[in-house]
Structures are given as C-alpha cells and as structure tokens.
C-alpha cells in the first residue's frame, strides 16, 4: 500500500471534476457551500475582492480558521499558500488540508521560484495564464492547474483569455513534428518530457480548471464550454446579494453547461451579482494574475 | 437491425469522462447522463466518484433523483465511491438529507471518508474473484468509503483489502469503493458491461 502516490494526487483533482470549488471565509459559509453542492471549498480569511480593497500583505489563513472550517464540513477543503511559502505549505499539510493552492491572490513570498511540490503528500493546485506557465507548475509538482483569470474583480475576460490562449498553444503543439518540439519546449520556457506529453495526448498530464472573475451561471457555463473541468469561485458567491441562492445555480450551470433551457431557469432572479472591476482600471502593480513566474 | 447496447454513465459531477473512456475502449456505446430523456436511452448506468452530497443535491433539484432511483431497481449498475455511497441501503454521513438519501438497491452498510482525508488516500493491488477466475487489479482509493456490513444472504464479496470489502456484487448492482477507472486495468469494467 502507498499513500500519496502521484495518482491519489492526481485521483482526488479527476474526483473534484465538473463541480464547483467555493471560496469560504468562516465555517457558516462552508455549510452554506457544501449544502448549495459545492464539492470542495477554498478556506481563506478575506476573499480576493476583499484582498484587493484593503490592500497589504496577504498571508495563508489563521490555522484555527481552517481547522473550523475542516470539521464544518464534509467535502474536502483546501487552503493557500503564498507562491514559494513552503513553510505555510508544511503548515497546512499538519493541518491535514485536502489541496494546497500556492496562489498569486496572496502577495508572493519568492520572486524567483515555487514550491517544490514532490517535497509534499497533500496534492497542489496552482494558477497559469498560458501553457508554458502550466507546464512549469506541472514540473514542479502541482497535480492540478487552474487558468488564473483576475481574482477579485467579478470580470471574466482574464479567464476567457487564459483558457483560450492555453487551448490555443496545446493545438499549436499538436501540429508540430517531433524534431520541432525542443525549439517549441525553448519558446514555452517549459520542461521537454511534459511538451512531448501535450504533442502527443493533445492535452494537460493534470486537469484543467479555470478561476478568477466568474460571477453568473452564465460565467461558469462558458468556462466549461471553452473546455475548463471544473470551475472556482471566489469572491463571486459571497459577495453577492444571494449567496446562497447564486451558489446553487452555479452548481447547477456547471453540471448543465451545455443545457440553455437550465441555464435560463437558474440564472433567473438572482438578486444583486459582485460589482465588477474593468481590468484597465486595475493598475499594473495591482494585477494578481502577473504574479507567477 | 442489430441490437446494441448503451452504456450510460452519470454525468452530474465527477470522474465520468474516465469511466467513458473505459468502457469505449472495450468496444461499447457510451452516453453520458444529466436529464430523464439521456436515463431513459441507456440499458445499464456507471454511477462514478466524485462528492455524493453534490450530486444529491444536484439530481434532486433537478428532479432526477426518483428516475434514477427507479432505473437503479431495474438495469444493471456500477458504483465507485461515491457511487457504492448511493447504492447501499444505508450510508453515514448523509444524515442531512433526511431519510431519503440513497438509492437503497443493495444490502450494505457503507461510511463516507472512512480512511481519513486525502493524505490517506493510497494505492494498491487487489485479487478480485471476477469472470471465474482470480485478477490482480491496480486499485487507488481516494478519500475512500468502506463497507462496514452487508447481507450475507443477498451480496457476494468479489474483493477484499486489508479484510474489508472493497468489490461487491448484488444481482445485476455492481458496487466498488475503488476506482478502477484511474489505472489502465479495464477487468471490472469488462466484467460489469457484461452483467
């Protein structure tokens, strides 16, 4: 018997497919997401929205936080790290978290490298904006990849670019002949057994989910059209006027994503969504989504 | 005209593009199922892994849950994980949804999470009793349930690991707290599409 194998890593990411992952800042909130049909929440002090208003350095959540959160609920929960935090990582593994998420939505710990993530048994989810991104995340380590979108802003265009700009570089891969794919390994800045993978299988060696900026089932749906497996939603559900409301449909639109008759029914009286943030009128430094190297 | 079978595999939430893989490549007809309309084209349901309280939820909004309930009592189907969770007659840990929590087509008694969280998820081989002969088969579990009590009369024990069963059969319901659609090992997949 082995524990922590690749594939219980990978196994428990295939698990999680065609749901929704919920960000919760308080054990109430996690009830409210595992009984709206959530199958995992993201436990964390302040939602990205929130990050974002009250500026300042963003760390890993108090670990009582989490430990309350864990015994709410009976769907896994994950927790983030700072990107390079291995220590907060070491932290979370103690607390006995069922994903860690090194995210650039906290303020990065190392400006050169990630964690090492074989160093870990809990699995590792991290963000990308394009494929390069994703297979260096994958050569560390991570046993699943979320396209980053611009957290926080209840706007999906980043996430929409990223997932399509990743599809678009796999397709591209696809069409090369093998003596081409070190020079394309050396334009992705990407490790050349995983290039080699993506060439052959025509997709990531992990699942692909997307995150950052959905608000609507309407949201969701399109994430899962353009080809995410699963979808996140941070600060969109519980900065809404109807968190609970909104939870269930998007539960709902990512099961139904390709049934528009469904997808009318649940988005219909909704109440109040997130206000949104154009991305232009985030300044440069304030970008998350840049955060990741 | 050449009947031909369909295999539909539950498509609410979780591993079911693996189970489709699976099956295609013994050669079946596959058809993912969400709406009564899907349910009512298939001659046989895989019901996969994934977080059973989500597709609780989800089916009885979407007025699935006594569709399937009845299809269950009726064709041949296959759970894993989540899925066995769905098939026992009782299952702890699903006490918020009320009595009416499971589809209740086979005679065990199965906990949710009952090996820990995921840092306890493993790998390992099993000897299954399948087809008439004995298989070793790859098996990874992943924040897995266990049975803890069936009805000798009704359910035969395919598999065991470390003595608690793992591979139950009951009549035509096939139930598997494993997931054999991770590994390349299409044993019990093979074995189920034949039932």
Redesign the interface.
């Known amino acids: ?5 690749w ?2 890593k ?3 990411a ?6 929704v992952i919920m960000d919760v800042v308080t054990a109430e909130h996690a009830i409210i997401a ?7 929440v993201m436990a964390l002090e302040r939602v990205p929205a929130d990050i974002r208003k009250q500026g300042g350095v963003a760390r890993m959540s108090d670990p009582k936080l989490i430990k309350e959160i864990m015994s709410a609920v ?3 929960v994950m927790a983030k790290v700072r990107i390079g935090h291995f220590v907060e990582a070491q932290i979370l ?1 103690n607390l ?4 860690i998420d090194e995210s650039e939505v906290l303020t990065p710990a190392d400006e050169e490298n990630h964690i090492y993530k074989y160093d870990f ?3 590792f989810v991290c963000g990308c904006r394009n494929l390069g991104e994703a297979l260096r995340r994958i050569g560390e380590g991570a046993a699943l990849i979320r396209t980053k979108g611009e957290a926080g802003t209840g706007n999906i265009v980043e996430a929409v670019r990223q997932l399509r700009t990743v599809n678009k570089e796999i397709r591209a891969l696809q069409t090369l002949e093998k003596s081409e794919l070190m020079a394309a390994a050396k334009n992705l800045q990407a490790p050349y057994d995983l290039v080699e993978y993506v060439h052959e299988h025509g997709k990531l060696p992990v699942p692909n989910f997307s995150a950052g900026g959905v608000a609507t089932p309407a949201d969701a749906a399109l994430m899962m059209q353009l080809g995410a497996e699963s979808v996140f939603v941070g600060s969109g559900i519980f900065k809404s006027g109807n968190p609970q409301k909104r939870a ?1 449909a998007i ?2 639109a ?3 994503y390709k ?1 528009p008759a ?1 997808l009318a029914s649940v988005s219909e009286n909704l109440g109040e969504p997130m206000t949104g943030i154009e991305i232009d009128k985030i300044l440069e430094n304030d970008r998350m989504d840049k955060r990741g190297w | 005209m050449t009947y031909s079978k369909i295999i539909g595999v539950l ?8 189970h489709q893989k699976a099956v295609e490549k013994l050669g079946y007809k596959t058809l993912l199922v ?2 009564k309309q899907e349910l009512d084209s298939v001659n046989s349901l895989i019901i996969p ?3 059973s ?2 597709m609780i ?2 089916l009885k ?2 007025g699935m849950w006594d569709e399937l309930k009845s299809f269950c009592k009726s064709y041949p189907v296959f759970g894993t ?2 899925g066995t969770i769905l098939l026992a007659k009782k299952s702890h ?1 699903l006490e ?1 949804f009320g009595e009416d929590n499971t589809f209740s087509v086979m005679d065990i008694e199965v906990v ?2 009952s090996y820990g ?8 081989d099993l000897e299954a009793s399948i087809s008439g002969s004995v298989k070793t088969i790859p098996a ?4 897995a349930p266990q049975v803890i009590g069936f009805d000798e009369q009704k359910v035969k024990v395919l598999s065991y690991c ?1 003595g608690s069963p793992v591979l139950l059969q009951q009549n035509n319901c096939l139930a598997c707290t494993f ?1 054999p659609e ?2 390349d090992s299409l044993d019990i997949h093979d074995y189920f599409c034949k039932l």
Do not use: W
């Not at chain 1, 018997?1 to 194998?5: F, L, N």
């Not at chain 1, 595992?34 to 995992?40: D, I, M, R, S």
């Open positions: 018997m082995q524990k922590s194998a594939e219980t990978i196994g428990l295939e698990m999680l497919k065609g749901g595992e009984k709206a049909g959530a199958v995992a009976s769907i896994p593994e006995g978290v069922d994903f048994k809990v699995p269930e539960v709902s990512v099961t139904y049934d469904v | 498509a609410i939430q979780g591993a079911y593009f693996k969400r709406n892994g994934g977080e309280t989500a939820i989800i909004k979407h994980c989540a840990g918020c949710r999470n969280r995921q840092v306890d998820s493993f790998k390992t990874i579990f992943i924040r470390e997931h991770l590994t």
